[in-house]
């Protein structure tokens, strides 16, 4: 895969079956088939550039596209700001499975807080913090944020098929890697004891590296361009640098579902990226309300 190619039309099947090699390459038959079996097709989010077409009406900021008389959403009489548009159907075939039923458009809002003021009414996992409001092409609108809500210009957007796994880039790995078989794996390392505890931390020892190289340099992950590191993206796994407990206890009865990242809002004063993710009955079956925002902070 070409990472400048926007063609989102393109074979998943044989992409995914190149991650599958790699995974085998590093990890071995045994493990290298349970992650490629993780595998889930995702989009990486650029701003648009000249000759390039928008996804949609895809974009960061700007007015919201509401249904005509869907309310501005809240959280205890303060409103959210919109922070993206995500135009499902623009995205076409690439996300197979992983599409939400209904399409259409998701404006994404969160409870955006000064990060300096040093005050925070509500936890940062709360899920009255954020807010997922679909509407219909056909007859969305376009809405502007009321006071005080912060509110900025939009920015297109245009949307990188991408193959993604989950998180092998830390300590604090994505805790799905937690629920591989590693029988006969863990015993030869010297860390032994350690990836007994903690297993996944082998596949982020083995694979971590290599799963970055391939991201950035044959997908476009990560590092294109003039930029050297944008989590940006849309579906698939995201990628975690930490404070993934918040993950584990919604993954209680089967692997979470990742909506969006937004890795540019500085909502800790220091950096942060902001994961919206749900349960995966409730993205298969349409229910936003079980969107959560998970913040890290750096």
């Known amino acids: 895969?070409?990472?400048?190619?926007?063609?989102?039309?393109?074979?998943?099947?044989a992409e995914?079956?190149?991650v599958r090699e790699l995974c085998i390459a590093h990890l071995g038959e045994h493990l290298g088939t349970q992650m490629?079996?993780?595998?889930?097709?995702g989009f990486g989010l650029r701003p648009v550039k000249d000759g390039i077409a928008p996804a949609g009406h895809t974009r960061w900021g700007g007015p919201a596209l509401l249904d005509p008389g869907t309310p501005w959403p809240e959280c205890e009489g303060a409103p959210l700001s919109l922070f993206a548009v995500l135009d499902v159907d623009a995205l076409g075939p690439w996300l197979g499975d992983e599409r939400p039923s209904?399409?259409?458009?998701l404006n994404v809002f969160y409870l955006e807080e000064d990060p300096h003021s040093g005050e925070r009414d509500l936890p940062l996992e709360d899920s009255r913090r954020c807010r997922i409001v679909p509407a219909r092409h056909t007859r969305a609108v376009e809405v502007a944020a009321p006071a005080p809500a912060p509110s900025s210009?939009?920015?297109a957007l245009h949307a990188v098929p991408v193959v993604t796994l989950p998180s092998p880039f830390s300590v604090d790995y994505d805790p799905?890697?937690?629920?591989l078989?590693?029988?006969?794996?863990?015993?030869?390392?010297?860390?032994a004891t350690y990836y007994a505890a903690m297993p996944g931390w082998l596949i982020a020892d083995r694979f971590g590296e290599a799963w970055r190289t391939y991201c950035e340099q044959e997908q476009g992950l990560y590092a294109y361009d003039d930029v050297h590191f944008s989590p940006d993206q849309a579906f698939g796994w995201p990628r975690l640098e930490g404070g993934t407990h918040?993950?584990?206890?919604?993954?209680?009865?089967?692997?979470?579902?990742?909506?969006?990242?937004i890795g540019h809002h500085d909502l800790c004063g220091d950096g942060s990226y902001l994961h919206f993710v749900l349960p995966a009955k409730a993205l298969r079956e349409g229910d936003w309300s079980k969107t959560v925002a998970l913040e890290e902070c750096f």
């Open 181 to 191: 078989d590693y029988t006969g794996e863990t015993g030869t390392e010297d860390w």
């Open 246 to 261: 918040d993950l584990r206890a919604l993954s209680a009865d089967e692997p979470y579902r990742h909506l969006v990242t």
């Open 1 to 13: 895969m070409t990472y400048g190619d926007t063609d989102i039309g393109r074979d998943y099947g």
């Open 176 to 179: 799905v890697l937690d629920t």
């Open 153 to 155: 210009e939009p920015v």
């Open 102 to 105: 209904a399409g259409g458009l």
């Open 36 to 41: 490629a079996a993780l595998a889930r097709p």
């Open 16 to 18: 995914a079956a190149k």
